[in-house]
């Protein structure tokens, strides 16, 4: 960090605590992002990353489950699941971070964020989690 981005972070503080600014405000001049979990009734799990408020996240998710589009958090029931903060950080990091907790975690995410689609670990997946 040079010293005008500390420069500028300490402004940035100044103002936030000096005012009423939104916490995500504070994340768009900072380009923060949030990792997190969408976790079932069934235990299962989904890692992603966004920089909108996670109830807007999660609506999106949902709206997506029922048109039908084929994402890995489909395969959740989101009528009886909670979705929670596993933590922030910057955008040049976010791929990263997320895919330390997809890997961490045992998620249904099928693109492990490997660069490419692995079918030998989706195929792992299917028949572990395929409904009987």
Known sequence: MTVRDATLLKEVF???????FDYFFLNKILKMVVIYCIEDIND?????????????????HRCEHYIKQ???????????SIIYK???CEEDV?????????????TVNEK?????????NWLRWYNKHKRK
């Open 14 to 20: 100044r103002i936030f605590y000096t005012t009423k």
């Open 44 to 60: 299962l799990k989904y890692v992603g990353s966004t920089d909108q408020k996670l109830y807007k996240r999660f609506s999106k």
């Open 70 to 80: 084929n994402c890995s958090s489909c395969l959740l029931n989101l009528n009886y």
């Open 86 to 88: 596993l933590e922030d």
């Open 94 to 106: 976010r791929k990263e971070r997320e895919k330390y907790w997809i890997n961490y975690l045992d």
């Open 112 to 120: 492990k964020l490997t660069g490419r689609n692995n079918k030998a």
